[in-house]
C-alpha cells in the first residue's frame, strides 16, 4: 500500500492546512527523483528552513521569482536536484495563491476525483503528478471515488513487458490499466509500482517472479522457467 506523508495522520479526517501544504510540494517535486526523497526535501525545506509556516504557499512567492530560479537559491532550497523541477515549484505556488488563496485543501475540498484533477492540472501540478495526488486523497479519505493510475516509469514498464514485451507510453498503459480496472485503475497502482521496483526492473528477476506465465517479455526472451 502507498503511504502518504501528512495526510496519513488525520484517518480520514480533513486535513489541516498546513499539512496540506506540505503533502502538495512533496507530490509537485516527486518529478524525475524518489518518492522518498521527495517527501524529505519538502520536510527539510517547508519546517527545517521555513520554520512550518501554515502559509507555505505564501512564504514561497514571497521570493522574487528571479531569485527562486537561481542556481544559487535551488541548491539552497534543496527541494530539486533539476532547475525544471525547481521552477515548477514557484509556477505551481503562484496558481495556488491566485486561485485558492494559498490553502491546497481548497483544491480538493468537495471535489469529485476528476474535477481535483482538472483542478491540480490547472495550477499546473502535471499530468501523471495529478493523478497520483488524486490518488493519495483517495487512499486517505480526504475524497470519495477513485481515479486513475499514475503512469510513472516502473508501471509503463511492468504493463508493457507483460502486454507488449517492452515498456509503453503513459497513453498505452492508461489504456491497458483501463481495460483491468474500468472502475478506477487507482487500485492496481501500488501492485504495479512495487512490482517495478521489486522485480521487473531495468534488470528484470523473472525468475522470481509470478508472472511470468502471462509475460510477453518472458516469452521473447525465451528465459528459463523459474524452479
Given amino acids: 500500500e502507498h503511504g502518504w506523508p501528512w495526510l496519513d495522520d488525520f484517518a ?9 501544504n506540505k503533502f502538495m510540494l512533496g507530490a509537485v517535486i516527486d518529478y524525475r527523483q524518489s518518492a522518498e526523497r521527495a517527501w524529505e526535501a519538502a520536510a527539510e525545506y517547508a519546517e527545517g528552513q521555513l520554520g512550518d509556516p501554515e502559509s507555505l ?3 514561497i512567492v514571497s521570493v522574487p521569482q528571479e531569485l527562486w530560479e537561481t ?16 521552477k515548477r515549484v514557484y509556477t505551481t505556488a503562484k496558481e495556488i495563491v491566485h486561485r485558492y488563496d494559498g490553502d491546497a ?17 490547472q495550477v499546473k501540478a502535471g499530468k501523471e503528478l495529478s493523478r497520483m495526488i488524486v490518488g493519495a486523497l483517495s ?11 499514475k503512469a510513472d516509469l ?4 511492468v504493463l508493457g513487458r507483460i502486454f507488449h514485451g517492452d515498456s509503453v507510453s503513459e497513453t498505452e498503459a492508461h489504456r491497458i490499466a483501463n481495460e483491468i480496472a474500468p472502475d478506477g485503475s487507482w487500485t492496481i497502482d501500488a501492485p504495479l509500482y512495487l512490482h517495478g521496483k521489486d522485480l521487473c526492473g531495468a534488470e528484470p528477476l523473472c525468475d522470481n517472479c509470478p508472472l511470468w506465465l502471462e509475460c ?3 516469452s521473447n526472451a525465451q528465459t528459463s522457467v523459474p524452479r
Fill in 71 to 86: 542556481e544559487d537559491y535551488r541548491k539552497r532550497c534543496g527541494l530539486h536536484r533539476y532547475a525544471q523541477g525547481h
Fill in 12 to 20: 480520514g479526517e480533513p486535513v489541516d492546512k498546513r499539512s496540506a
Fill in 105 to 121: 485543501r481548497k483544491i480538493w475540498l468537495g471535489q469529485t476525483p476528476a474535477d481535483a484533477r482538472e483542478r491540480l492540472l
Fill in 139 to 149: 487512499d486517505t479519505g480526504q475524497i470519495e471515488g477513485r481515479g486513475d493510475l
Fill in 216 to 218: 510477453e517479455y518472458f
Fill in 57 to 59: 504557499w505564501d512564504e
Fill in 154 to 157: 516502473q508501471v509503463r514498464r
